[in-house]
C-alpha cells in the first residue's frame, strides 16, 4: 500500500451523489461531471428510465437466476430481438456486464492449440479472456496493420486463429482500422472479434458502432458492446450468427453460471435503443463538439492525443501531475478522471476527458478555460 501510495497510484472512491448527469454532487457540491460514459444522457432520459421503473413493477427486481433455470424473462428476448435488429445480425446474447462478455466469449471460443491476436492496448476483459482461454497469445503493436499481417502470418500451425480489437479505445480515444483488419483476418481465415463498448450509441447508423458505420457487419464474427455507457443502462451483449449465440449459450461460463441481467436493465437499454432510432444524430453531435474542444485545446499547446470519439486523451506522463491536475481542475468545479498505470502504461499516465452531449456550451467553454489554466501554469509539475 505505502508503495503504491509513494508511486501515485492509489485510488479511492468518490461518492456521487444523485443521477450521471452533466452536473452532479461530490462531497456536497456541484460539480461538471466529465468522466463519465453516459456519453449521450440516456441513463436519466424520462423514457428510459420510466422503462426500467415500469419493468421493475411487473418483473420484480431482479431476475434471481441464471438464464439457463429460470432467469430468462420476456424482458430479456425482447432486448436481445432488438440488439440484433439493431446490429444487423441474426441474432443477439445479453450478458450480465461487459466484463463478462469478453471473458466469455474468448474463453468459449478458442483454447490450447489456438491463438489469440490481440492489440497491446485492448481492455483489461479482453487481456483476461485471452488469458483464461489457454490459447497462445500474440499480440500486436497498437492499431499497426503491418505488424498485424506479420503476426497472423507466423500463425501457420495454429488450429483456429481470434483477432480481437476494440473499436474506440477506451483510454486513448482512438479509432482501430477496422476495415484493414477485417480483410486480413479474411484473408488469413481467422475470427474477428470487434469490442464496441464505446463505440455503439456513438457512431454508426442508429448509432450501431464503428462497425456498422463502416459497412463491416458481414465482415465481423463476434461484434461485443455494452448497454452501461451511451445506452444509459446495464449489462451488455455479443452480436453476431445464430451459431455463435447458441455456442455461448451452452458454452460461455459467465453466462451459465451467473445471475441474469435485472430485467428493468433490460427494459431500460431497449428505451434507449428506441431513442436512438428516432434520434440517429445524438452521437454525430457530441463527436464534432468533442472534435471542436479538442482543436481548441491543442490551440491552446495542450497534448490532446486523439480527436476522434467522445474521449480526449490530455497526456501528462507523470501519474503525481496527473492526480494533482484532476484535483486542481476539481477545486474549480469540473470532476476529471487520473487515468495511471496499471490502467495505462507507465509514463503515459493522463486526464481522460469524456464529453455526454447533455454539456452545454457555459459547461464546455469553462472546461477549456479550467484546463489550459491548470495545464499551462505548472500545476502539474
Not at 464505446?198 to 461484434?223: C, N
Not at 455479443?238 to 455456442?247: I, K, N, Q, T, Y
Not at 495505462?344 to 447533455?358: F, H, I, K, P
Not at 459547461?363 to 489550459?372: F, H, K, N, P
Amino acid at each position: 500500500m505505502q508503495t503504491t501510495q509513494a508511486a501515485g497510484l492509489r485510488r479511492r472512491l468518490r461518492t456521487v451523489e444523485g443521477a450521471q448527469r452533466s452536473v452532479v454532487r461530490l462531497a456536497g457540491r456541484e460539480v461538471v461531471l466529465l468522466c463519465s460514459n453516459n456519453y449521450l444522457g440516456l441513463a436519466h432520459h424520462p423514457e428510459v428510465v420510466e422503462a426500467a421503473a415500469r419493468a421493475a413493477r411487473d418483473f420484480g427486481a431482479g431476475a434471481v437466476s441464471s438464464r439457463l433455470i429460470s432467469g430468462h424473462m420476456s424482458a430479456h428476448a425482447s432486448l436481445e430481438q432488438r440488439l440484433a435488429e439493431w446490429k444487423g445480425t441474426a441474432a443477439a446474447l445479453a450478458f450480465s456486464s461487459g466484463y463478462q462478455a469478453n471473458i466469455g466469449v474468448i474463453a468459449s471460443l478458442v483454447a490450447a492449440g489456438d491463438v489469440v491476436v490481440s492489440d497491446e492496448l485492448n481492455h483489461a476483459s479482453l487481456i483476461d479472456g485471452c488469458r483464461l482461454s489457454q490459447a497462445r497469445i500474440a499480440v500486436y503493436r497498437h492499431n499497426d496493420i503491418d505488424h498485424l499481417r506479420e503476426v497472423l502470418a507466423a500463425q501457420r500451425d495454429a488450429r483456429r486463429v481470434l483477432v480481437v480489437t476494440e473499436s474506440v479505445f477506451s483510454m486513448d480515444g482512438d479509432i482501430a482500422p477496422l476495415t484493414e483488419i477485417a480483410a486480413l483476418t479474411r484473408a488469413h481465415g481467422a475470427w474477428l472479434m470487434v469490442d464496441e463498448a464505446h463505440g455503439a450509441g456513438v457512431f454508426g447508423p442508429k448509432g450501431a458502432g464503428v462497425v456498422a458505420e463502416l459497412g463491416l457487419t458481414g465482415s465481423v464474427d463476434i461484434q461485443m458492446g455494452t448497454l452501461g455507457k451511451a445506452l444509459g443502462s446495464f449489462g451488455a451483449y455479443v452480436a453476431g450468427s445464430r451459431a455463435l449465440v447458441d455456442h455461448l449459450i451452452n458454452r460461455a461460463r459467465s453466462f451459465i453460471f451467473t445471475t441474469a441481467l435485472p430485467p428493468s436493465a433490460a427494459a431500460a437499454a431497449e428505451a434507449a435503443l428506441s431513442i436512438l432510432q428516432r434520434e440517429p444524430e445524438l452521437g454525430l453531435g457530441l463527436r464534432r463538439r468533442a472534435r471542436d474542444l479538442g482543436l481548441r485545446l491543442r490551440r491552446a499547446g495542450l497534448a490532446v492525443a486523439n480527436l476522434d470519439s467522445q474521449i480526449l486523451p490530455l497526456l501528462i506522463g507523470d501519474a503525481h501531475a496527473t492526480v494533482a491536475a484532476a484535483e486542481a481542475l476539481l477545486e474549480r468545479g469540473y470532476y476529471v478522471a487520473a487515468i495511471r498505470p496499471p490502467t495505462v502504461a507507465a509514463g503515459t499516465s493522463r486526464l481522460r476527458l469524456s464529453l455526454m452531449a447533455t454539456h452545454d456550451d457555459t459547461q464546455i467553454s469553462g472546461i477549456e478555460r479550467a484546463l489550459v489554466e491548470v495545464l499551462t501554469a505548472g500545476s502539474t509539475s
